[in-house]
């Protein structure tokens, strides 16, 4: 049985979003001690509570599993929906994780002496409230919520219908734990339960500061279309392995592999492989064995076609080249050099992972900074892109905007940071005259 | 008589964006001094062409002084358009200025060693393309292509038509200075020329990745709706000044008549003085009378004008408190204590710039903490709230969003960054086995 839960029943949304807002007045005033110990409070009860998250999972998995029989739910959503006592402990180890990483509000980014008595300081602190709207994926809420609490915001969440017992103890949880802090605000995390709640929340712009999609393309980009908020989130992800004439043949194969089968549905995963054609003849034979021993389809332009004759490889029309699979489909094209491979990937690319496979070194450096994208790779997968990979401590998203926060986005994304100047009566007009002059020193 | 343009006349907006896109590409790869070598470059064509320039600029006042007789443009916008020997003097001297700044590109911002042979750095590196569209005063370009070029990013500009000839001559010269220094793209600078141009391009998303609008908030409005771009600006600037029980009044006076009088058309003006009541009485008559002396009309909660009967004030309404006068109008109102200060400026302002006059550090430092702006000030003018009076060396907008960049905006606005990923052959799939472990350490 569940219990009772513990959150407010009949607030409308904009009254959650009102009091997440006032809540995130008191969490950033808080120390980091604080908000530290509330974050290892909270694993603490995760762990104490597990039994209860898994008996609600087992709800959840209960219904989705008729939903699978009946073809309205894919197995690939329903294993991410299944919570293990695993689960839950990792659930705990990452909070506490989140909490051993440095503080990231309260830092003096510069510090300046405009004229003698005029300092300027310029200091990171929350954004204030953070609105995450993701799919399925129950573990998601402690991710989140940690790097939420970390940082001094509140954070107001949606889930997937299908995960809404598991999401609502989750929620239950963590605000019992903060009722045991009584300087952090219960208020400071808050769950929404419709798709109607979800299309208010997106007009709240005066009590909510950022959006956070997490799910299918469309579904971020209903979120972005709808939003008067601003929202992170990513779009296509369309990533290329370049295998320079100058790669280890046998890095080149182990990362095309790992770029494309490792977890196909990720954003993260390759779309493209670029073949030098010096090492194509000797490259692709190879490759596409050991793509098609994984399950692989494989889609090429004319020359790899013609180079792989006694394969059968089906033709990539140029719809291929602008299409994020996210399954276990890719594209090959033969390039003439590095030069080409940029271009194409300047075309088509979406700016999110791209990676070159070589043993030059001065070519790879070329790559690294010619290639506009939020993660270039030199000699490895790029299924690396990844807020906790990169170490990050958890991932609130990724980011293909080159605003704000780029690529696997963690706690900066959620801050901002504001300027505190500090006068003696100082005015304006003083300087206009010429009769005070700024110095401007670095202090 | 006007030189022909040197600039393409034929090309479209698309055109001229894709051009900028492929210039952009050069410029991210320039040495730091390549790119204060052209800026230096630029600033002595400008003093070297000054005639020419302030030869345009009368043609365009010429047409305007017409309009200001019709009534057809206002005299405070004559006198932005007009430059004078000492303003060209001035563009040459800010253009050298923002060359003097550190390189704000190509900083390593982190670097982590995620595992053995696994290296991951954090680099700022430019945005790309700028699109900058603001009214009136063609002293904006050298300001902004300036922190463009600094920084990496091409920028296509759209200046005010009423001085049309003056920004194509200073589009012209840029140009012309460029074409000295063979590595710096000439199409790094394009000139827009009418509002259907402006249109075209907030729909070039994939060209185009930053606009800032530079002018009023309805101007700020309109293109943030239309665009299919980030938008960089600010909306509103509703500006407090908070006269704390503890304040100095002779400072409190003369930052009250600064942050209203010295420039009131600007976003960073104060538009209500809020006043503790145990200095009301003391503090207002003075106040009032100076405001009045500088020709502001003053409107008051019922306090004030309760105090102040014999200078028969006009009652504020509660619409003034959300009204950003941008005009010699003042708001005052009376509060209890420094709680109801900061509850009234959360409520109504607008998160652009706030200030406390007190003599009390503990109080500043309460208000500097808690009130949620972009510029918090102790005992300074509002009007300080300026990318140059900061020592950004120059602005390229004011942003009252919390996202990206925040208060006055200068070189910083301008870069993003991109993670660099060094291995060797790895892949995911060994960390996900659990085979290897990330050990990620800062180096």
Redesign the interface.
């Known amino acids: 049985m569940i219990a009772a839960s513990n959150q407010p029943m009949q607030s409308s949304v904009a009254e959650l979003a009102a009091r997440a807002r006032r809540a995130s007045?008191q969490l950033?005033?808080l120390s980091e001690s604080a908000r530290n110990q509330a974050l290892l409070g909270i694993a603490e009860e995760i762990e104490r509570q597990a039994a209860r998250i898994i008996q609600a999972n087992e709800l959840d998995c209960a219904a989705a599993e008729t939903a699978v029989k009946s073809g309205a739910m894919s197995a690939s959503l329903f294993a991410r929906l299944r919570l293990s006592d695993r689960s839950t402990g990792e659930m705990a180890s990452r909070i506490r994780d989140v909490a051993k990483l440095p503080d990231p509000v309260g830092r003096r980014l510069s510090a300046?002496e405009?004229d003698s008595g005029?300092v300027?300081y310029k200091e990171s602190c929350p954004?204030?409230v953070v609105g995450i709207v993701f799919e399925s994926r129950p573990d998601v809420i402690p991710q989140v919520a940690s790097l939420a609490l970390k940082s001094g915001n509140s954070v107001l969440l949606k889930g997937g219908a299908e995960a809404a017992h598991t999401n609502e103890v989750l929620v239950d949880i963590w605000r019992e734990a903060l009722d045991r802090f009584p300087s952090v605000p219960t208020d400071s995390i808050g769950l929404l339960r419709s798709r109607t709640d979800v299309m208010e929340l997106l007009t709240l712009d005066r009590d909510v500061?950022?959006i956070v999609p997490r799910g299918s393309q469309a579904f971020v980009r209903l979120i972005a279309q709808k939003s008067r908020i601003?929202v992170?989130g990513h779009g296509e992800g369309i990533c290329h392995v370049y295998i320079d004439r100058a790669a280890?043949l046998?890095?080149a194969l182990?990362?095309v592999?790992?770029s494309k089968t490792?977890?196909p549905a990720a954003c993260n995963a390759v779309e493209t492989v670029l073949v030098h054609r010096d090492v194509a003849q000797h490259f692709l034979p190879p490759m596409i064995e050991k793509l098609r021993e994984a399950g692989v389809e494989v889609r090429g332009c004319p020359a790899t076609v013609a180079l792989l004759e006694n394969w059968e490889v089906a033709s990539a029309s140029d719809k291929d080249w602008e299409t994020e699979y996210s399954d276990l489909i890719v594209s090959i094209k033969v390039v003439n050099n590095l030069a080409e491979a940029i271009e194409h990937i300047?075309r088509f690319g979406s700016r999110h992972t791209e990676s070159i496979v070589t043993e030059d070194r001065d070519t790879?450096q070329k790559f690294?900074?010619?290639v506009?994208?939020?993660?270039?790779?030199?000699?490895?997968?790029t299924?690396?892109?990844d807020g906790f990979?990169?170490?990050l401590g958890a991932e609130l998203g990724i980011s293909t905007?080159?605003?704000?926060a780029?690529?696997?986005v963690g706690l900066d994304g959620l801050t901002?940071?504001?300027?505190?100047?500090?006068?003696?009566?100082?005015?304006?007009?003083e300087?206009?005259s010429g009769a005070r002059k700024?110095h401007?020193c670095s202090i």
Do not use: W
Request: aromatic letters at 14%; hydrophobic letters at 35%.
């Open positions: 007045r950033a005033k300046t405009l005029l300027l954004l204030g500061d950022l601003p992170l280890d046998q890095k182990r990362i592999i790992d490792q977890y300047e790879a690294m900074d010619d506009d994208a939020a993660s270039v790779y030199h000699n490895a997968s299924r690396f892109a990979r990169y170490g905007s080159k605003l704000h780029r690529g696997p901002t940071y504001k300027y505190k100047l500090y006068g003696d009566g100082h005015i304006v007009a300087y206009s700024f401007h």
